[in-house]
Nanobody, 114 residues
Framework: EVQLVESGGDLVQPGGSLRLSCAAS????????MSWVRQVPGKGLEWVSN????????RSADSVKGRFTISRDNDKNTLYLQMNSLKPEDTAVYYC???????WGQGTQVTVSS
């Protein structure tokens, strides 16, 4: 059974930082591109970033480029999202997304507010 379990969401002030983690199991993590997607309540899904299987290639949305960094540890089957210089508009539920966008975690809430 594929499982993706996110953690690390929290309430943080504007300008602050958070690191999200996603523990993966039930599939060969190191074989697949992984992604982060977020959803603001009442709005659609927004793709944030992805990383290839080996971790050597990443892409990010323009809205987070230069502030967020995606990474992975294939030995630990874990995906990360380092978020710096957080803005109120980054407030959302952040989802870890697995192979072919078929598998999704339960999400972790990030709230940026003073």
């Amino acid at each position: 059974e594929v499982q993706l379990v996110e953690s690390g969401g929290d309430l943080v002030q504007p300008g602050g930082s958070l690191r999200l983690s996603c523990a993966a199991s039930g599939f060969t993590f190191s074989n697949y591109t992984m992604s982060w997607v977020r959803q603001v309540p009442g709005k659609g899904l927004e793709w944030v970033s992805n990383i290839n299987s080996g971790g050597g290639s990443t892409r990010s949305a323009d809205s987070v480029k230069g502030r967020f960094t995606i990474s992975r540890d294939n030995d630990k089957n874990t995906l990360y999202l380092q978020m710096n210089s957080l803005k109120p508009e980054d407030t959302a539920v952040y989802y870890c997304v697995g192979p072919a966008y078929v598998y999704w975690g339960q999400g972790t809430q990030v709230t940026v507010s003073s």
